[in-house]
């Protein structure tokens, strides 16, 4: 190649004019010069060249950095495969993120001061020729350019849960600060909270030519140094050291010297660079995994990572090795560049390349998350990580039961990791500049955990395994533990059971959570059907039943009554329950080892007989006919769905809560979310309230507050601590005194949308964000029957339901979940009363108002003459009672306001006193409608118009009690 000058980086080199330079290992040649010290001294030529500039970089590749400090790409080579020594800011050069959570930026401080050259008349007087012949060096310097370099570099290394590109904008923001602030002042310095946050937790690394007290390492100290570094120079009176250099050939002063006879091509220096890339990624990957908290738990998985950093690093020497060998071999002519293109296919012939090593590193990332994943659900229990901790649980003598989770593949054999093994210690892999026969290939072994087999039985054995520990966790002498354990013959995981310090079952199967009892109440006694594990032996049942309301606390655990029945038949009688007492029930498999988890427990209730004597009738009417109304409600009281409906479709549901109400929203709620409240206004009340807080009912944040005034208004607030908002509120809907209810509470993107009776009454838009909501409060004139949430409104009943538009019209068929309705709008109801009617005689009625009623009507009347003793007749702002004889209609008496709300579900009562008919609806009295006709004529009832009559009931009240005659649904 014909002789050039070459403009090179000096990279902290002591490189200075006359001295001579070798470009076939890019080294200098000290203590050896073409002319004598005076003369260089004298006959240099100088000139000032001020320059000052700043840059940033995000990229941390070798080329990137290679760019800043304007690394040619044949210094680069060499600089690559270690010929050349850096010092002073060219060290940044060797600085590489150690972790792909890294995040980094770099500032650039540069100045330039003078520049110094050789001139003509050095250049033909040469002192000492005979350098010439020895062949040492190629290029004599003849120009250097002087200043300093300072290189910052900003690291933030991000958790897995942050956003490590939201990092690296701000990053980036942060640092480009800087030149701002050295030149304004600090007073510049304006930061966001994010962007403060990041600054307090920067690691700052210095490399520079400038001879500072101390290094920065902070942030506020960068901004510090950065106000230094541009009088440093000036202030030491100083030239600064060498940045670039210019190179003249020795052969344009005399033939006999050396020359470079080859440059390596820049294509080859890029594959170069390139897979230098790729080993530097792998290895952050690595330490990448090292570092994850799991590898602590599981150490053998720990040093299989070391085992490949090792041999990753005895490659790179070795790659090294070979190309500072081969690259002033090419400079020189000995060899020419297909020897550098040689190690580089012996190496993508090895089993070191990115592909081979990323897969691997991919395998081991899935079965690391595996175990993070698995053991986040063990966290309570601790997890063995030695054989001696491991015997030392084994053999403590207040410990007779060990139940071990147990890993039992994290020990297979690693075929990779065996053949670069294999691979290091082979002769190829001491002589990656000679050729390589054959590529390098290994038999790849599936990973244990992509089978789907294993993955499901691992799953099972967690399930069981968590809910034995829940069972049996306060059981002193029983140990739970995880640990790693080889079982081919378990792979994946199994449950392993060690009795007095011995294993006696590698895959114990304990007894898990069983069905829900079914309860049979009939004949006033309680008969439980029980359903042994479907894992492990059942050989005992554990039954517990209370009469208050379960809940989630640990402390409401004591509140159970436990009986241990003598064997594992599935059907036991449970004595010693009050009748008309609500009552739950739950039990448990006993097996040989613990007990199983709980199974779920479902409320029941022995109902007895309504003791009530005739003689009690009279002022105590009321609180009889209250009393009357509650026992023979359901426990989902008067909706307009069935029982089986809404325990089908509420979670979380909470029955018959006692008012005033304060608890927890199980599980929290969010948007698709609803809440469903079914309950019945006190008659005799005025208002009650039902708040959704954030925080605790004294001090949290009312997220929602609806206020409901019977017969008046609904209202909805906040309170944000103890400041209540702005009020909204609303006339058009509200409850009447005495009217059952249906309410929910629906959580949309934009707000509350509540719907009241099957309407869409308000939607309440959002003030507080919904996804913080801890507590339920209810309080004030009200019984609420159930109340729960729904997970999915959308896809529920209700809201398919009551998205139609035509919930609870008088088209709608609201009856397809009662079992023998009565009669709806287009089929009246026609029958016999069976009583004999006399004083003493109530008719008991339950149903729905369509939500566009006109009117119904209830005749009561005499089968032989037709004629009507009762006519009661409803209408939305009317009722109307009557008689009708002969075909005649006699004077009516009519009440001016409704107790019946569109859409809401009702109950009422006629009942046959001494004098007449006492009407009764929703608990509240609507009338006395005295007889016109002997009661003992009325024989049958008819019930015809816009009504969906669900329930129709005759009582009959003796001297000691009321029983029901036709219990029809209730």
Same mark, same amino acid.
């Given at each position: 190649m014909e002789p050039k000058i070459i403009q090179m980086a000096a990279l902290g080199r002591a490189l200075y004019p006359g001295m001579l330079y070798d470009c076939r290992s890019d080294s200098f040649i000290p203590g050896v010069t073409l002319w004598d010290k005076k003369a260089l001294r004298n006959d240099i030529d100088v000139h000032d060249q001020t320059r000052t500039f700043v840059k940033l970089a995000a990229s941390d590749s070798l080329s990137s950095k290679a760019n800043l400090l304007d690394v040619s790409a044949s210094l680069k080579a060499s600089f690559f495969c270690g010929l050349v020594e850096v010092g002073g800011s060219a060290k940044y050069l060797q600085d590489s993120k150690s972790s792909a959570r890294q995040s980094r930026v770099t500032m650039q401080y540069s100045q330039t001061t003078k520049f110094e050259q050789l001139t003509m008349k050095e250049l033909g007087n040469i002192t000492y020729p005979q350098v010439f012949d020895q062949k040492s060096a190629t290029h004599v310097v003849t120009a250097v350019l002087y200043g300093a370099t300072a290189f910052m570099v900003f690291d933030y290394t991000s958790s897995e849960s942050e956003n490590k590109q939201e990092i690296e904008g701000n990053l980036q923001a942060v640092v480009k600060k800087i030149p701002t602030i050295s030149i304004e002042g600090q007073a510049s310095l304006t930061m966001n909270q994010q962007e403060k946050k990041l600054s307090e937790n920067l690691n700052v690394t210095f490399y520079g030519d400038?001879?500072?007290?101390?290094?920065?390492?902070?942030?506020?100290?960068?901004?510090?140094?950065?106000?230094?570094?541009?009088?440093?120079?000036?202030?030491?009176?100083?030239?600064?050291?060498?940045?670039?250099?210019?190179?003249?050939?020795?052969?344009?002063?005399?033939?006999?010297?050396?020359?470079?006879?080859?440059?390596?091509?820049?294509?080859?220096?890029?594959?170069?660079?390139?897979? =230098?890339? #790729? +080993?530097?990624?792998?290895?952050?990957?690595?330490?990448? $995994?090292?570092? %994850? @908290? /799991?590898?602590?738990?599981?150490?053998?998985?720990?040093?299989?990572?070391?085992?490949?950093?090792?041999?990753?690093?005895?490659?790179?020497?070795?790659?090294?090795?070979?190309?500072?060998?081969?690259?002033?071999?090419?400079?020189?002519?000995?060899?020419?560049?297909?020897?550098?293109?040689?190690?580089?296919?012996?190496?993508?012939?090895?089993?070191?390349?990115?592909?081979?090593?990323?897969?691997?590193?991919?395998?081991? =990332?899935? #079965? +690391?998350?595996?175990?993070?994943?698995?053991?986040?659900? $063990?966290?309570? %229990? @601790? /997890?063995?990580?030695?054989?001696?901790?491991?015997?030392?649980?084994?053999?403590?003598?207040?410990?007779?039961?060990?139940?071990?989770?147990?890993?039992?593949?994290?020990?297979?054999?690693?075929?990779?990791?065996?053949?670069?093994?294999?691979?290091?210690?082979?002769?190829?892999?001491?002589?990656?500049?000679?050729?390589?026969?054959?590529?390098?290939?290994?038999?790849?072994?599936?990973?244990?955990?992509?089978?789907?087999?294993?993955?499901?039985?691992?799953?099972?054995?967690?399930?069981?395994?968590?809910?034995?520990?829940?069972?049996?966790?306060?059981?002193?002498?029983?140990?739970?533990?995880?640990?790693?354990?080889?079982?081919?013959?378990?792979?994946?995981?199994?449950?392993?059971?060690?009795?007095?310090?011995?294993?006696?079952?590698?895959?114990?199967?304990?007894?898990?959570?069983?069905?829900?009892?079914?309860?049979?109440?009939?004949?006033?006694?309680?008969?439980?059907?029980?359903?042994?594990?479907?894992?492990?032996?059942?050989?005992?049942?554990?039954?517990?039943?209370?009469?208050?309301?379960?809940?989630?606390?640990?402390?409401?655990?004591?509140a159970w009554k436990v009986i241990t029945t003598p064997d594992a038949k599935t059907s036991f009688n449970l004595t010693g329950i009050k009748q008309d007492e609500q009552q739950w029930v739950r039990y448990s498999a006993i097996g040989k080892v613990g007990v199983s988890e709980a199974s779920d427990y479902v409320p029941f209730v022995i109902a007895g007989k309504i003791d009530y004597s005739i003689s009690q009738w009279g002022t105590s009417m009321p609180v009889l006919i209250d009393k009357i109304r509650n026992k023979i409600m359901t426990n989902t009281g008067m909706s307009r769905w069935s029982n089986s409906i809404i325990k089908s479709e509420i979670q979380n549901a909470v029955n018959s809560p006692t008012i005033a109400y304060t608890g927890p929203i199980t599980g929290g709620l969010k948007t698709g979310m609803a809440m469903y409240f079914q309950g019945t206004a006190f008659a005799t009340g005025k208002s009650f309230e039902i708040d959704i807080i954030a925080g605790t009912w004294a001090t949290g944040d009312y997220t929602f507050h609806m206020f409901i005034t019977f017969?008046?208004?609904?209202?909805?607030?906040?309170?944000?601590?103890?400041?209540?908002?702005?009020?909204?509120?609303?006339?058009?809907?509200?409850?009447?005194?005495?009217?059952?209810?249906?309410?929910?509470?629906?959580?949309?993107?934009?707000?509350?949308?509540?719907?009241?009776?099957?309407?869409?009454?308000?939607?309440?838009?959002?003030?507080?964000?919904?996804?913080?909501?801890?507590?339920?409060?209810?309080?004030?004139?009200?019984?609420?029957?159930?109340?729960?949430?729904?997970?999915?409104?959308?896809?529920?009943?209700?809201?398919?339901?009551?998205?139609?538009?035509?919930?609870?019209?008088?088209?709608?068929?609201?009856?397809?979940?009662?079992?023998?309705?009565?009669?709806?709008?287009?089929?009246?109801?026609?029958?016999?009363?069976?009583?004999?009617?006399?004083?003493?005689?109530?008719?008991?009625?339950?149903?729905?108002?369509?939500?566009?009623?006109?009117?119904?009507?209830?005749?009561?009347?005499?089968?032989?003459?037709?004629?009507?003793?009762?006519?009661?007749?409803?209408?939305?702002?009317?009722?109307?009672?009557?008689?009708?004889?002969?075909?005649?209609?006699?004077?009516?008496?009519?009440?001016?306001?409704?107790?019946?709300?569109?859409?809401?579900?009702?109950?009422?009562f006629l009942i046959a006193s001494t004098k007449g008919f006492e009407v009764i609806v929703n608990g509240m009295p609507c009338c006395t409608f005295t007889y016109r006709m002997p009661i003992e004529k009325i024989n049958s009832i008819q019930v015809n118009g816009d009504v969906f009559m669900n329930t129709f009931a005759t009582f009959e009240v003796g001297n000691v009690n009321m029983k029901a005659l036709v219990p029809a649904n209730i």
């Open positions: 400038y001879e500072l007290d101390e290094n920065p390492t902070t942030y506020a100290e960068a901004l510090k140094a950065c106000n230094t570094l541009p009088g440093l120079l000036r202030k030491k009176s100083s030239k600064g050291v060498p940045l670039t250099v210019w190179l003249y050939p020795l052969t344009l002063l005399d033939a006999r010297a050396a020359k470079l006879l080859r440059e390596i091509s820049l294509s080859l220096v890029s594959k170069t660079e390139k897979l =230098l890339e #790729e +080993l530097a990624e792998v290895q952050r990957r690595c330490y990448d $995994l090292i570092k %994850m @908290p /799991v590898t602590n738990d599981f150490p053998e998985i720990k040093e299989r990572l070391k085992s490949f950093q090792e041999l990753l690093g005895y490659y790179n020497v070795a790659l090294q090795k070979a190309l500072v060998s081969v690259l002033p071999n090419i400079r020189s002519g000995a060899v020419d560049d297909s020897a550098l293109g040689l190690i580089l296919e012996n190496h993508y012939k090895s089993p070191f390349t990115a592909a081979n090593m990323n897969k691997w590193l991919d395998d081991n =990332l899935g #079965e +690391l998350n595996i175990l993070t994943s698995y053991t986040s659900g $063990l966290k309570d %229990m @601790p /997890v063995v990580t030695s054989s001696g901790s491991f015997n030392s649980i084994l053999f403590d003598a207040d410990v007779d039961v060990v139940v071990s989770f147990t890993f039992t593949s994290l020990m297979n054999e690693d075929s990779f990791l065996t053949a670069i093994e294999d691979f290091v210690n082979s002769e190829g892999f001491s002589n990656l500049d000679q050729n390589s026969a054959n590529a390098f290939t290994f038999q790849a072994i599936k990973p244990w955990f992509m089978s789907s087999d294993i993955s499901t039985k691992m799953r099972q054995n967690l399930s069981l395994f968590t809910s034995f520990y829940k069972a049996n966790k306060n059981v002193k002498k029983v140990k739970f533990i995880v640990a790693s354990i080889s079982d081919p013959s378990n792979p994946g995981s199994s449950i392993r059971l060690y009795q007095n310090g011995t294993l006696t079952n590698a895959n114990f199967q304990p007894v898990s959570k069983p069905a829900a009892p079914v309860v049979n109440t009939s004949d006033g006694k309680v008969t439980l059907n029980l359903s042994k594990s479907t894992t492990g032996e059942t050989l005992q049942f554990k039954i517990e039943y209370r009469n208050t309301q379960p809940t989630d606390s640990a402390s409401d655990a004591t017969d008046e208004s609904l209202t909805f607030n906040t309170r944000r601590g103890q400041t209540w908002e702005s009020i909204e509120r609303i006339t058009s809907y509200t409850v009447a005194k005495g009217s059952a209810f249906d309410l929910f509470f629906v959580v949309k993107q934009e707000g509350w949308e509540v719907y009241l009776n099957g309407q869409k009454v308000y939607l309440f838009k959002h003030r507080l964000p919904v996804e913080k909501v801890t507590t339920l409060h209810i309080y004030g004139d009200t019984v609420i029957n159930v109340m729960g949430t729904i997970p999915n409104w959308s896809n529920s009943t209700f809201g398919k339901e009551l998205a139609s538009g035509t919930s609870r019209s008088k088209t709608s068929n609201i009856q397809t979940d009662v079992p023998n309705p009565v009669s709806n709008p287009k089929k009246n109801y026609a029958g016999n009363i069976l009583a004999e009617m006399r004083p003493g005689v109530a008719l008991f009625f339950k149903g729905v108002v369509p939500s566009d009623f006109d009117n119904f009507a209830v005749n009561l009347l005499s089968s032989q003459t037709n004629d009507i003793g009762l006519h009661f007749k409803l209408m939305p702002n009317l009722v109307v009672f009557n008689t009708c004889r002969s075909g005649l209609w006699e004077e009516q008496i009519e009440i001016k306001a409704s107790p019946f709300v569109k859409g809401g579900a009702f109950d009422f």
